[in-house]
């Protein structure tokens, strides 16, 4: 059974650091490109950043390109976002996901693209 278990979320100020945390199990965590999506309060969820099953290849939203960081360890079956200069706008609950392929399609930043995910984990940043 495949798990991803998302960890690091919290309360910020604006301007603000958080490192999220995604750890997999139950499948060959190198072999899949993975993903990091957000759902804020009454909206749909979106593509937040995706990266490559080696880490080579990464791709981000507009609105988080230059802010956030996606990377992977594959040696501990963990994916992260470092995010960086956090504002209002980013509250959301954080979502990891598993790809269907190891590398980024070009339809990455859809969420059909994906076959598991996480929980999540909330992410609120005061003005």
């Known amino acids: 059974q495949v798990q991803l278990v998302e960890s690091g979320g919290g309360l910020v100020q604006a301007g603000g650091s958080l490192r999220l945390s995604c750890a997999a199990s139950g499948r060959t965590f190198s072999n899949y490109a993975m993903g990091w999506f957000r759902q804020a309060p009454g909206k749909e969820r979106e593509f937040v950043a995706a990266i490559s099953w080696t880490g080579r290849s990464t791709d981000y939203a507009d609105s988080v390109k230059g802010r956030f960081t996606i990377s992977r360890d594959n040696a501990k079956n963990t994916v992260y976002l470092q995010m960086n200069t956090l504002r209002p706008e980013d509250t959301a609950v954080y979502i990891c996901?598993?790809?269907?392929?190891?590398?980024?399609?070009?339809?990455?930043?859809?969420?059909?693209?994906?076959?598991?995910w996480g929980q999540g984990t909330q992410v609120t940043v005061s003005s």
């Open positions: 996901a598993s790809a269907q392929h190891a590398y980024l399609t070009g339809n990455h930043y859809r969420s059909n693209e994906y076959d598991y």
